[in-house]
């Protein structure tokens, strides 16, 4: 399985379940800045009905082993869980949800469409500059790297 | 042949060339190439750690390659998850 038939796979599950997502991680620090690897598929989920990480998990299970416990990520999106492909590569699957800050949830609002050939269908993602002020706030040290790199690439643009 | 690493000047002017170039090279993308470039790495990035597993443990059996990749980077989420992984140099005591 690529890394884009796994994203293609997690961002059906939620569509499926009809829960609004943003694609965040390495696909949206490349898209936006200077292309890296990745080995994870991190996807956003709303607050919708229901327990939305719970829905798209079951709705993965056939191809994605999760852990049996959702975790609490105290510096990024909150309420994380955390599965690894079935098949081989073993790419990683993280689902986060929401959670009520209100950078996040403008983040949220304000994703933008993008369509991808690899993918096949339409995805969302955050903007240039939500990215840049997101990783700002995390602060790790890989993410100021992508914070730079984003603004470094934004620039001539303006 | 002087070695670079002797001069911190010029070794900082050849990593400034080399990351201007980077972000130069970014910027004649579009975002569908930029997408598109993420999942062409990620998948080379793959399959290399699996030829790299291969090789050490001396196998053809590429089901076995896999196995060890899966265990190494089982073993480095949890030593991140774990707050075990650090990149930057420990403050001296």
Redesign the interface.
């Known amino acids: 399985m ?3 038939e796994l ?1 293609a796979a997690v961002l059906d599950a939620c569509d499926s379940e009809g829960v609004d997502h943003m694609v965040t991680g ?2 949206a620090t ?10 994870d598929v991190d996807i956003v989920l709303s607050l919708g009905r229901g327990d939305a990480i719970s829905r798209v998990a079951l709705r993965l299970e056939p191809i994605v082993e999760f852990k049996p416990q959702v975790q609490f990520d105290t510096l990024t999106w909150g309420r994380r869980l ?1 599965g ?1 492909a079935r098949q ?5 699957v993280e689902l986060f949800e929401l959670f009520d800050d209100p950078f996040v949830l403008a983040q949220f609002q304000r994703k933008r469409k ?5 993918i096949g269908r339409n995805t969302w993602l955050p903007t240039p500059e939500d990215v840049v002020v997101q990783k700002l706030r995390w602060g790790r ?2 993410d100021l790297d992508d914070a730079r ?1 984003g603004a ?2 934004e620039q ?1 643009q303006h | 042949m002087a070695n670079i690493h002797d001069d911190p000047a010029a070794l900082k002017a050849l990593q400034d060339d080399i990351y201007r170039e ?2 130069l090279r ?2 004649r ?1 579009t ?2 190439q ?6 062409e ?7 290399r ?2 030829e790299g597993a291969m090789w050490q443990l001396g196998t053809t059996d590429a ?1 076995v390659g ?1 196995q060890e ?2 265990r190494r ?2 073993r480095l ?1 949890r030593i991140h998850d774990e707050g075990r992984f650090v ?2 140099k420990p403050v001296p005591t």
């Open positions: 690529t890394v884009e994203a390495a696909f490349s898209v936006y800045g200077i292309p890296r690897s990745t080995k955390v690894v081989s590569p073993p790419l990683k993008l369509f991808s050939k690899q040290s890989k790199d470094a690439r001539h | 980077r972000i970014a910027r993308m975002v569908e930029r997408l598109a470039e993420v999942f790495l990620s998948n080379r990035v793959m399959a750690m699996h089901e896999w990749v899966r980077l089982d989420d990149n930057t």
